[in-house]
């Protein structure tokens, strides 16, 4: 394999430094026993300078070893994660400085401590493969953290959405805003990208279920799953648009499954998706409804799902543009995304997709724990498939819910819609957004600061809550599916450290 020169430069600074601790020297002991200055010693180790062989021989020679030894990149066993890493893609695919990192102090980062750091990659490393962790799955942890560092909102991005929309959709006049359509969209893919639209049948050809669209750059051909819903159409057409109008080259060609070779890939598919929802949901338009649908006295859940429709919006599209006009139009941004799927029958609830911009305690998911059922991210989808198997219901349902944890009384607004998702797999799917309630918030929701009680709203229900049944001290719940065993763990620590301190 082929490293950088950086990367060379580094793994021969980590082994100089290792070989030169291991024998006892300093670094002033090894500059001077090899007729060499500390400061090009000290850069050495730091991977700034790699020498010429002659610098490299005296080196050598200083600490009673060949010169092959020290040339090689083979690294000891305690800097072996250190070297996986430098060998990894993680170095030369990841744009750090989208986190901030400048990449030559993260390399001066691994030689200044290169033992606690190659203890921190392999403690890292382990986690990652005792949960199974892929690469993809790695990437999108990534890329979720970085749309959180950025409250999920994107000025460049809106920026060419806007110049999208004023090229090819331009209000007219005093009219509205004219409709970024299928028919638009596929008509540009044609004429001005040359790029062919064909569907596929599931039917016909089932291991292709799963899979919504494809795009085929040696042949400039769009495949679309036939059986796509006309929004779900729109989307990856606009989608597609995305990807040609910014010139995104380095992409994943499958959706909704995505693999991805890079983070650039699975940035660049961000970034497409983010450029559709904003073509399709103007952020102007989006912004006047919400101001319409907050200013109001009471909360109604039918509205709320006729804006979605309104739009002609998935459900799930809808609350991620949320998640981008929220923040930094409401200034609204102590809130939480969630999707959950669930199969009618079944006691499991799969929690697909998440995002945090809340920099509170909020509603997050445990590894091997079960989620308090009392959220109405759980609950409407177990009153959806009471509905679909008695009463033959084949619609979207909205509710709104109030909860607050019953150890801290912090309290959150759950907004959730549950609808039938995947037919052929029996699935139905929630999509739920969490805003933390504060003065901010009850500002902005009109329906909040009523004269009523927050928690005896009379269209939103209140309930009390907490993080999951193993931490849970509420005894008598009726919705409890575990035993507190995480939290009586707690309290028998604490007993402890309490007779503890009674001995002294």
Known sequence: MNLPADHIRLLFGLKLRQLRIDRGLSVSELAQQSGLSISYVTEIEKGRK???ADKISALANAMQVDYDTLVSLKLSKK???ISDLIRSKFLTEIPLELFGIDPSDLLELLAEAPAKVSAMIRTFMDIALSYNMSVERLYLTMLRSYQELHDNYFPEIEADADRFLHEFAPVSGGASDQAVTETLLANLLKTRYSIHIEYFDTLTQPELVSLRSFFRADHHTLHLNAGLTAEQRSFILAREVGFQFMNLKNRPYTYSWVEADSFEQMLNNYKASYF????LIRRDALVSKLSELFDRDTWSNEDFLQLITDFGATPERFFYRLSNVLPSQFGIDQLFFYRFNHIPGQTAFQLTKEMHLSR????????????C????????LQELQFLQQNKGFDSTLCRAQLSEYADSGQQYLIISVAHAFQPQFQQNMSVSMCFAVNDNLKRKMKFLASPHSITALPDIPFRIVNQTCERCGIFD??????APTVLQKKRQFEATKKAMDALR
């Open 50 to 52: 790699y020498p010429k």
């Open 79 to 81: 800097l072996e994660p």
């Open 276 to 279: 559709a929802g904003a073509i």
């Open 360 to 371: 509170q305690e909020g509603p997050r998911s445990f590894v091997d724990e079960h989620f």
């Open 373 to 380: 059922r009392r959220w109405i991210a759980w609950t409407i």
């Open 477 to 482: 719940c009726r919705e409890r599916v575990a």
